[in-house]
């Protein structure tokens, strides 16, 4: 191994161990029933879950299984997943995985893994969907990333990414079709049903 590479495994090792002293304290906390915590860029954030925020994860979620079938399909939603760059401990609203996916020897999913992700804005959390995350997810190299905005009444899809970022993106408002079927996921999924705030 070179420098570079020690001081990369070292830095994703230090990471790893903040973020599990960090998601240990939490877990002792008094987090609110509904509330979702999570940690971006070293910050935590706590966003209550609304019923419009469940309802759309509700959509993602039936529409992956109904395309890959719900036995066939490793989706997941609000379980953590460490992501590429500084301290992110990710909770997404929706993520499927690879087939043959596998937890990493401290029973975790590994980003690598992850084909899809789906976040459904909340105001307090948009910059970190449309920013940070956005970045995290390209870096972690996931092939297709959603963002559901009941706020905008539109989805925005991300594909292909390339250096950190993503280079192609899809805007379709709420009650068309999001045609995901020339990206890795093959979906085409429908809005009609999608809540507004």
């Known amino acids: 191994m070179t420098v570079i590479e020690d001081r990369i495994m070292m830095a994703e090792s230090d990471n790893t161990t903040r973020l599990d002293e ?7 906390m008094p987090v609110p029933e509904g509330f979702r915590v ?5 910050n935590v954030h706590m966003t209550p879950q609304r019923d419009v925020h469940w309802e759309t994860i509700r959509e993602i979620l039936w529409a992956l299984e109904d395309h890959f079938g719900r036995r066939r399909a490793r989706v997941l939603s609000d379980v953590r997943i460490d992501f590429p760059g500084h301290e992110n401990g990710f909770c997404p609203d929706v993520a499927k995985l ?3 996916a596998a ?6 999913w590994r ?10 804005i ?3 959390t948009a910059r970190n969907d449309y920013g940070p995350k956005k970045a995290a997810y390209a ?3 996931v092939g297709v990333y959603l963002i559901a905005d009941p706020y905008q009444g539109r989805c925005h899809v991300y594909t292909e990414p390339k250096n950190g970022d993503y280079t192609c993106e899809l805007r379709v408002d709420y009650g068309g079709d999001v045609d995901m079927t020339t990206t890795p996921l093959g979906l085409l999924l429908k809005t009609d049903n ?3 705030d």
């Open 22 to 28: 960090w998601f240990e304290r939490l877990e002792r």
């Open 38 to 42: 999570e940690i971006v860029g070293g």
């Open 98 to 100: 690879r087939e043959g």
């Open 103 to 108: 937890k990493d020897d401290e029973g975790r």
């Open 111 to 120: 980003y690598g893994d992850v084909e899809f992700v789906a976040e459904v």
């Open 122 to 124: 909340s105001k307090g």
């Open 139 to 141: 870096q972690a190299g």
């Open 194 to 196: 999608f809540p507004r």
